[in-house]
């Protein structure tokens, strides 16, 4: 060993140190991992029960009920149905107000990357994507809850709109960026119309990216629960009036969290969130491999 | 012709981005001066009462301001060791490999998970190890609320300090090895300084969404309205407040928490606004 040490510290225990960072990263990295592996665990462990038709097929029992059940050790009548009709038409919605939007101004910013009101637009899409969910639940409250008077399915679609809106713009804008510039030049080289190198050329070109992004933002605000909390406030009944409160899966995961007589359903509903955001997830990740630009 | 209301089309989409924004600024501070005038803006934030009895009505910022900074912050120290190690592990050790990539899988599966699915796991999981540990009787507080918060922004510092990571020119480390150096030592000398600019701003995202994280503190936290006695004691962050008391409040009570929003969104924005600084500074070097 004496040997080694002449100047600095010997090769043993520079290789030992080595080894020891090697096995921290090993170690650590795998720590970071466990979470979710003990999430999945509790939700399915605990939701397969009430994970059942009735889940998908009637709305949200009274409190009074589900107590008299539990009194009575049977399961807890009723599912989420007013959950997941309210979550279909609050996304539904979102999806048609930032998805044309979103995509267009991917196409401007892509299309004038030099000019400075581009800039400002890209600076201020930065600005929303980094907006926290509850701040976009106030503003939704303050642009339609507050002069329509009334918490509505409407008012919940404009908060989860304000959230997509961002992601959809940038995976539209970086997914048009990376297409080669011949793409276009060709197109316009045989007479075809702008708009239609927009349309026949660039878009179905670059779908695979867009429509990951579509799928991941999708995702994103499936499981949003505060801007919802502010805006569609939530019901006990299935309720198709965009006009009017309406329930949501991830709002009635926050009410049974709330009712100690409800709480059995609160696995089971998220079991179905998770699967629904798992799903969309890799559908994106299967989209994006076979769609590869 | 038809190119050019396509065009304008195309202007107009992007155009409504600056509507929108200039109507979020808007929205934002119409409806809180009502706070602001009554207390005055410096007021509100260095006062720490919260007090919604009728008689002593008073409210202010500074409470939940804490709160939020205590919590985010030890979140994002919490988060270091085991976000670096990960991006360590993608974008060096096992960069390209098969495990990899599973990892990756994995911490993409860990930023999907809802914020209210982490708020019931750590009311069921974390909470009863947090008694067990003696932490405090409850469970409930800063401390609940930052391991959890940790865990969820793993995956936003991992995934972009990995790309930053991964950047490091080979020539650089080829140089370091040739030298003799072990990979350790090429990682504390070469990778590590190559990418400190990029580490840094993926923390500083990581601290921008922990920042704003409402679901799963506001379950955790324990929601009292005073100042934190440290990381023990139970509090409320600036967005938990929010989403406890907006549904019963109105008048000047609303308008005080509509002030805090704003307060939540500037400073948000300027975390994202340097965040965003310090990455153009690396792309450009």
Known sequence: ?293 | MKDKIFRFLLFFAAFLILMLSAGIIYALVSRSTVAFQEYGFWNFLVNPEWDPRPATEEYGALSFIVGTLYTAFFALILCVPFSLAVALFNGEYFKGKRVSSVVRSVVDLLAGIPSIVYGLWGFYAVRPLIIELGINAQGFGIFLSSVVLAIMIIPYASSLSTEFISMVPNNLKEGAYSLGATQMEMVQHISLPTATSGIIASYILALGRALGETMAVTMLIGNTDRIPNGLRDTGNTMASVIANQFGEADGIKLSSLIAIGLLLFIITAIINLVAKLVMKRVARA
């Open chain 1, 1 to 293: 060993m004496s040997m080694n040490k002449r100047n600095g510290t010997s090769v043993y225990v520079r290789k030992g140190r080595d080894r020891l960072v090697y096995w921290s990263i090993c170690v650590l990295s795998f720590l970071a991992m466990i979470p979710l592996f003990f999430i999945l665990w509790d939700v399915v462990s605990k939701g397969y029960k009430n994970f059942n038709l009735n889940l998908f097929t009637e709305v949200t029992p009274s409190s009074m009920d589900a107590l008299l059940a539990n009194m009575n050790g049977d399961p807890i009548p009723g599912g989420i149905l007013n959950g997941i009709t309210g979550s279909i038409l609050i996304v539904a919605m979102a999806i048609l107000f930032s998805v044309p939007l979103g995509l267009f101004i991917g196409i401007y910013l892509s299309e004038n990357r030099d000019k400075r009101f581009a800039s400002i637009i890209s600076f201020l899409t930065d600005l929303l994507q980094g907006m926290p969910s509850i701040v976009v639940g106030i503003i939704a409250y303050a642009w339609v809850v507050k002069p329509l008077g009334s918490y509505s399915a409407l008012a919940g679609s404009v908060a989860l709109t304000i959230m997509m809106l961002p992601m959809i713009v940038r995976s539209t804008e970086e997914t048009l960026k990376m297409l080669p510039r011949a793409y276009k030049e060709a197109g316009l080289a045989l007479g075809a119309s702008y708009t239609n190198v927009v349309f026949k050329i660039l878009l179905p070109s670059g779908f695979g990216g867009i429509f990951t992004g579509i799928l991941l933002a999708i995702s994103r605000v499936m499981g949003e629960t505060a801007p919802l909390m502010l805006t569609a406030l939530g019901a006990s009944v299935v309720n198709w009036n965009v006009l009017e409160p309406t329930s949501a899966i991830p709002l009635l995961i926050w009410d049974f969290y709330n009712d100690p007589n409800l709480v059995d359903l609160v696995w089971s509903s998220s079991l179905l969130l998770l699967i629904v955001i798992f799903v969309l997830n890799w559908i994106a990740k299967i989209v994006a491999r076979k769609w590869k630009i």
